[in-house]
């Protein structure tokens, strides 16, 4: 499909291809801040797959002191939903890890749920990166995960210096996008910051970041970013995943 034929710009629903992978999602029930139970979880399966998902991995948090996961936790919240949606779809499970010592621990012991092989979703407090940032990823890279930065584009401490994304990046991180950042979900500036990132080709992978039916619906409005086709590049790279 050529967007410019487009005579506004698309909604985020349009963009959206039939078999897209969805690597960040909070759709297992009952199990952090995203789905309650499950029939929450039925629901927002059922929607995306009519969007045109095609598989979806669940990332629930691991945030000590916040949301206590664990490989068990998680996978029991998997089983409660796994072959209950309708129609075709394929569910997984994962985590969306936050960065601080617990991690390190998980990484030394090799207990990280991973999205596919050795890739896993992390991410950082909204606030402030932790003091130990470049240490984590490292001990994460020589143990052989490959670290995905969740929502880059939503961690306002690194938008005063673009130069910190590169150092992020040189250090070995992938970036993965949330889709609603680009209908200004999250407000303008960082829709401003993910169109800078796609068009420096520094977002590797897309994720929905789905928590609830509001999320879902915010895809039927219109992108506020120009870039389209660098959007719909990046869509592609999910494929990966399946």
């Not at 297992?28 to 499950?38: E, F, M, S, T, W």
């Not at 621990?105 to 470049?134: G, Q, R, T």
């Not at 929502?151 to 910190?164: A, I, M, N, Q, V």
């Not at 950042?181 to 999250?186: A, D, E, I, V």
Request: proline content about 4%; hydrophobic content about 35%; glycine content about 6%.
């Amino acid at each position: 499909m050529i967007f410019n034929l487009f005579k506004s710009k698309p909604t985020l629903k349009e963009l959206i291809p039939k078999g897209f992978v969805d690597i960040h999602s909070h759709i297992l029930p009952g199990i952090d801040d995203g789905a309650k139970n499950v029939e929450e979880s039925i629901e927002l399966i059922n929607n995306m797959k009519e969007m045109g998902f095609s598989k979806i991995i669940g990332t629930p948090h691991t945030y000590p002191g916040l949301y206590e996961n664990t490989n068990e936790s998680i996978k029991e919240s998997f089983k409660k939903i796994n072959g209950k949606q309708s129609g075709k779809i394929k569910l997984g499970y994962s985590s969306e890890y936050m960065m601080d010592s617990s991690i390190i621990e998980k990484a030394n012991k090799k207990e990280l749920l991973c999205l596919k092989d050795n890739y896993i979703l992390i991410e950082m407090s909204f606030l402030a990166p932790p003091n130990e940032l470049y240490d984590i990823i490292f001990n994460l890279k020589i143990n052989g995960y490959y670290p995905i930065l969740a929502h880059p584009e939503r961690y306002l401490f690194l938008h005063d210096d673009f130069k910190k994304y590169h150092k992020l990046k040189n250090h070995g991180c992938y970036f993965q996008m949330n889709l609603l950042s680009t209908t200004g979900f999250y407000g303008n500036n960082i829709a401003k910051i993910s169109e800078k990132l796609l068009r420096n080709n520094m977002i590797d992978y897309l994720g929905s970041d789905i928590h609830s039916m509001r999320h879902v619906r915010e895809f039927e409005n219109k992108l506020i970013i120009s870039d389209t086709i660098s959007l719909t590049n990046t869509i592609e790279n999910n494929l990966f995943f399946k």
